[in-house]
């Protein structure tokens, strides 16, 4: 295996236990089990990779969704292995911590943009270049969220590899000092393999939990109340924009890479 491309034709399977072929030209990726399984449970449709590092689905129309685990590398990986692929467009379904007061638990954000606090990031491009979002991609979801007369949020997500940082007053000061929105740990890790991979990417974010306060740190209970409420809709959502995407036959990019 000489390129990038013959290892991922390789890895992408392996990682999956999933055929190239088998996936669709629309991807849905996420870093939770139960939205695999709600995913196969609604279209009754097997999941894949059970004893892989990444399992997925595809239902009958051709739309997939992979969980790909947890952390911006996890994620560089399978947005370097989806190559082998050449997705059409890829959304990250993913839960973020609301910074601001105008965030509050169950809103959604579309992230304009990602600071590139990963660190995995860097191995792609130098800390200048921007992790941006395929726009048109958003347009899509933006319109099926306002379909169902739903608010969301945009701005800025900070994604960072740091974890239990919730305890950290510095640390919450810079936060505050950015403006970020929300805080993550793939965003602009997406954004930015995906870029490089010339791949067209979103996210639709949940906010599933309010970080800057004591009281608003996830837990076991408040993770299970999010998942009661929101995480169906969450879905749903995902669903609907990336099929209305291949339904249309409508290309996201509209310019040379």
């Not at 304009?112 to 048109?136: H, M």
Request: hydrophobic content about 40%; aromatic content about 10%; overall charge negative.
């Amino acid at each position: 295996m000489k390129t990038k491309l013959d290892i991922a034709k390789n890895w992408l399977p392996r990682y999956t236990g999933t055929q190239i072929d088998e996936f669709g030209d629309y991807l849905l990726i996420t870093n939770f089990q139960n939205y695999i399984e709600k995913f196969a449970e609604k279209f009754n449709c097997e999941i894949k990779g059970e004893n892989r590092p990444m399992k997925t689905a595809t239902n009958s129309a051709g739309l997939s969704i992979i969980n790909y685990g947890m952390g911006s590398a996890n994620a560089a990986t399978i947005m370097d292995l989806l190559i082998a692929r050449e997705p059409k467009g890829v959304l990250f379904l993913g839960k973020c911590g609301g910074l601001k007061d105008s965030t509050e638990i169950g809103h959604f954000i579309l992230p304009t943009a990602a600071i590139r606090g990963d660190g995995t990031s860097n191995d792609y491009f130098p800390p200048e270049v921007p992790a941006l979002p395929s726009f048109k991609l958003h347009k899509f979801v933006s319109d099926k969220i306002v379909k169902r007369d739903l608010e969301y949020r945009t701005g800025v997500v900070y994604t960072t590899n740091r974890r239990v940082w919730e305890w950290d007053e510095n640390f919450k000061s810079y936060l505050r000092k950015i403006g970020a929105i929300g805080i993550d740990m793939e965003t602009a890790t997406i954004f930015i393999v995906g870029y490089a991979n010339q791949i067209a990417r979103g996210a639709l974010l949940l906010v599933s939990d309010l970080p800057m306060i004591p009281e608003g740190i996830k837990t076991e209970e408040s993770d299970r109340m999010v998942t009661e409420n929101f995480v169906d809709l969450h879905l749903e959502i995902g669903i609907e924009a990336m099929t209305d995407i291949g339904s249309k036959g409508e290309q996201i990019k509209h310019f040379t890479f």
